[in-house]
């Protein structure tokens, strides 16, 4: 099992990046899927997460700044990251679950299987 993010890097305040994860065929693209991010000194915390019946679910602190999207034929999770904040500055992971579905809890860590080594997002000017 293999989750490969990347994309990450140094943006100044405002800017956008798109973050890609390449999920290995032996995950099942069509379950549940998310982001998460941790901040040194932080916890992890999701950012946001869809599933195959199109439920797609975002903490407050991104809503309409991220967007999280799958491309189903390359097997790709991505997260389009728009009017960046140093706030955002983090290592930013995908997750997968052996699960269909993310609802009731979306956001739990521990919920998840399958997980990538991260890509350093940095937004500074």
């Known amino acids: 099992v293999q989750l490969v993010e990347s994309g990450g890097g140094l943006v100044q305040p405002g800017g956008s990046l798109r973050l890609s994860c390449v999920v290995s065929s032996d995950v099942n693209f069509n379950h549940c899927m998310a982001w998460f991010r941790q901040a040194p000194g932080k916890e992890r915390e999701a950012v946001g997460a869809?599933?195959?019946?199109?439920?797609?679910v975002y903490v407050d602190s991104v809503k309409g700044r991220f967007t999280v999207s799958k491309d189903n034929a390359k097997n790709i999770l991505y997260l389009q990251m728009n009017s960046l904040e140093p706030e955002d500055t983090a290592m930013y992971y995908c997750?997968?679950?052996?699960?269909?579905?993310?609802?009731?809890?979306?956001?739990?860590?521990?919920?998840?299987?399958?997980w990538g080594q991260g890509t350093q997002v940095t937004v500074s000017s």
């Open positions: 997750a997968a679950r052996r699960t269909w579905y993310c609802g009731p809890s979306p956001f739990t860590a521990d919920d998840y299987n399958f």
């Open positions: 869809r599933d195959s019946s199109d439920f797609i």
